[in-house]
């Protein structure tokens, strides 16, 4: 199965996408900056590019006929992709966490100098397991991580089970509701199975059977924000 990213956030003082578009454009590839642009496409609504972020990793290495330990330094790229929806303020990054969302907000206000203010979104993940299972088909959960757990007086701590019918975990997730740290669900797209994970964060890492289902999952993770 192919497994995909996707992290929301909110997007305060961004100027429309072509504006957008043209100040990423200006900003381009610098040699000698942190950040740069590998491409931007401005649409009606929303923008979508790609941008990297560039650092220096130690690297130890040995030369084994002197025992010499050298260190050199390593430019380490990291990519990330994202669409811009300025109308509906909000800020999408396909690849990494909340860091990438931090990332990105670093990118507008300080390499583009711009007057936005990005926010990572919460999510109460009982309610949006709620809504997956009133708006999607075959919908299981398939386990909850609980972060204060006592079965009795002799164990006590963070506990994850797995479900094999979705309404024992409901009646568990129920009980432990106050104390959900994560879950696991799976529902059938147009084409196939999803699997998704979901965490206090709006940042939703999910599996594909069908990659013709990446759209329409998508959608369905938007309207949980």
Known sequence: M???????ATI??????????????????PDDEEFGVLNCSPGDQALYGTIIRKTNQAIQRLDPETHDVATTAVEKVTVYPLGVFTQRKVLEVYEGSTTGIE?????FASALALPTVVTPIELDIVSTIEKLQKNTQRFQLRSVRISDYAHNSYMAGPYA???????HGA???????????SASVRFHGPHGRVTLNLTPKACFRYSL???DDKPAVQAILRKLI
């Open 171 to 181: 009646d568990f997730l129920a009980e432990y509701a106050d104390f959900v740290a």
């Open 103 to 107: 990332q990105v907000g670093a990118f």
């Open 161 to 167: 089970p797995k479900f094999l019918d979705s309404d």
């Open 2 to 8: 192919a497994s995909f990213k996707m992290n929301l």
């Open 209 to 211: 059977s069908n990659e």
């Open 12 to 29: 305060e003082g961004c100027p429309d996408p072509k504006t957008l578009s043209d100040a990423m454009e200006e900003y381009g590839l």
